[in-house]
């Protein structure tokens, strides 16, 4: 029963969490973008006290729910472990903790978080690659032919959108992270939760004094080890008739399984701390790293949509990223170093971006953490999608008139690509489109008003959206680009 | 438009028409009425093989089918025109279609040079060198629009190679291809053929024999058309091509001013006695695919028959038309038209004014004059403009272009505009990316500001998308 109703909330928490990175309309993170916001290390990241509370307090009642019920990265190795268990049953038995493993990664977790990397490890932001990278492009791809066969029924239920690749590095991680998650579950259950997650093992110290958990009634245990043997932490000792409550992420399979009722979700006293086991099996080192050296040739099934020639129409060649001094960061996050201290590289805002302007930067400092340009589209003025989704407080929340009133960057002009130099043509396409007006076009000789004219940006105005730079005609660099401010302003 | 116009039209049409060709066709149509019910709906019934309403050439005598088959839009392998896409004709289907339409009476065929990125004459010539030369007539165009193509030599090359393609000895109908265009027609106009000979020697040609009818295709400067016509007893044409339709016959001008009525156009023809040729009976499709109350507002006369059969109807009305072309792409559009020549039910004065009064309703639709003819393709800044262009008069029609966000049926005209947009046109090819070069705007035969016209959609699709409205 217990058994049922965790599977249950873990499947919604799970659909849910994983439509967030899907959905590219933005309907559903209306609805369940708080899902996102009440993950650990996020809320953590954001200064969230309030979730924080929450979270502490009901690992603190439940024991680690959040693991079983909350983690998407957790309830995704349940199912891989629940595929595993067709292939072969009561697969598990006990193994002592490898403690000194999960202090030695948690010291290491904190030395990168301090370095920015932090979202490596940390559960929900691996799983947010995972569906960034690996889900959404199928997701995207099942659209799009639901879009092909909308599009021949006359309906315009379904739009087609552009899959292409936003990151190699970040792709690979998103591949690795899936490999290994994905056979350690298999193997192991839970050994990812219990020896690397740096979430799991700051909530074992508070499940460890957990009001409720599973309890086994001495008095009924007939050491058949159906428990144990089901136990995907790994954390129960029927030998003994011990859990290792630090481990124990309260999936209550062990309620569900035992044939005698033995066990029980219930308050007990405090158990003595732990003696661990001091001897470190051959086992357990199996259960650690394990090495990861098969690595996917990846390289071409995501490549970027196919480039559409035809022969009535000119070559469109296509734009290259220009060399920005500044990276840019959305509207919302107010800096680059906050956005750099507070982000988690879970990649969801990058993942709603209709516009595809945000993808993962490759550059060391900011590693798989989004950044802006505008190769495939602007910032438009109407979107705010990642300032609303973002969990960590890296982009706060911001509102169109904000955005409207925010500078990110400046414009750049580059006269030496201006089509005005290059094809004595007229354009002024950029100054046509500047939502903010801090373009003007100007006669390209002083004092002839009849010569070509060119633009000139009053930096006052603009605030950075890349209108100017995506519609640019001037192929492959951009006439005009966008550079980035480390600091943000309201003019 | 006032009645006084109308009365006046009416008349005028009466005599253009003349009673006795309107006698004639209508007595052929009424044998063919059957009493009792039908299998098949009008639309869809057997299409008789030997009702095709002729007309004839008075300078040779030639009978000709009063549908002519316009080969610019030649289905391509994908389905589509083959001018639109990198796509290859596929003649397979050209063959099938010509057949067809040859079996139903069609003997006139019109290409040129620059049709179908230039592969439309040779695909004519393959589809119609499988029939007797004395079966059909060919129509091609000395199509020197480009500049380097403006000396004699140039030129001469290319009337010589329109033979090779069509892989015949002669030509039925030679045209001089688009007089009049250009940002000066007249210049434009001597530079292609009067500076450089050109025309003397069609002149020389017409004489030898190897070119059976020469006139001229005209769009644009009526100056040049003027000026042609003025000397016509000196070139003798022996057919000149216009544009005429419904809409075209009193509000060309109106649409465009640059632009000619057709009524004048046909009337200084029918003066001269001149055959004329009819181009864009349809608009490109704009006369096809109309606004739901004009479909209603045709339909409830004659349910049974196409919306297009009404325009065909038109142009074929007019006595001195000598045939009416249709750039047929698929098997459904030559079949609806060959139902509405074999044979011609010619309008009468009542239905003349009908249609006057359709045109002055569809007026009120701000529809932009394009008919997909693809001319200013490719725009070196690679935009698919008659793409955006249709897709706006698209949703003209469909009623989904909102004016205001506190309208009805707002968020589905919104979604239908905006995703539409998407899938007609790819984002890199829309009309944003418009930067006003201008260089399009000489090429255009309807005479449309390209850019002043994709500047203004993309405005509204900025509105649309920022729901400013």
Redesign the interface.
Known sequence: MLRRVRQIAAFLCFSLITLLFLDFTGVSHSYFGWLAKIQFFPAFMALNIGVLVVLVLLTLIFGRVYCSVICPLGVFQDFVSWLGNKYKKNRFRYSPALSWLRYIILVLFVAMALMGWGGLLEPYSAYGRMASNLFAPLYRWGNNLLAYMAERADSYAFYSVDVWMKGLSTLLVAVVTFVVVAVLAWRGGRTYCNTICPVGTLLSFLSRFAWLRPVIDTSKCINCKLCERNCKASCINIKEHKIDYSRCVTCMNCIDKCPKGAIRYAHAAAPAAQTEAAKTSADGGRRGFLTVASLFAAGSWLKAQEKKVDGGLAVIEEKKVPVRNTPLVPAGSDSLRSFTAHCTACQLCVSVCPNDVLRPSSSLSRWMQPEMSYERGYCRPECVRCSEVCPAGAIRPITVADKSSIQMGHAVFVYENCVVNTDGVECGNCARHCPAGAIQMVPSVAGVPDSPKLPVVNEARCIGCGACENLCPARPFSAIYVEGHGKHSVI | MDKKNNDMNRRKFLKLLGAGAAVTSAAIYGCDSKAGKSAAGGGTGEIPTDKMTMRTNPTTGDKVSLLGFGMMRLPSVGGRSA????EEIDQEMVNEMVDYAMAHGVNYFDTSPAYC?GMSERSTGIALSRHPRNSYFIATKLSNFSPDTWSREASIAMYRNSMKELQVDYIDYLLLHGIGMGSDGMKEFNARYMDNGVLDFLLEERKAGRIRNLGFSYHGDIRVFDYLLSRHDEYKWDFVQIQLNYLDWRYAKQINPRNTDAEYLYGELNKRHIPAVIMEPLLGGRLSNVPDNIVARLKEREPERSVASWAFRFAGSFPDVLTVLSGMTRMEHLQDNLRTYAPLKPLTEEEFAFLQDTATLMMQFDTIPCNDC?YC??????I?IPAVLLHYNKCLNEGNLPQDSRTESYR?AR??FL??Y??SV????QA????????CNPHCPQRIDIPAEL?RIDAYV?RL???TL
Do not use: F, S, T, W
Not at chain 2, 377 to 382: E, H, K, L, N, V
Not at chain 2, 426 to 429: F, G, H, I, S, V
Not at chain 2, 432 to 439: A, D, L, S, T, V
């Open positions: 001018r639109e896409g990198n990125r693809k393709m490719p725009c070196p800044y690679g698919d589905e979604r239908a995703v539409g998407d899938r790819p984002r890199l090819r944003n990316h418009c930067i006003g070069c201008g260089q500047h900025e998308k920022q729901e």
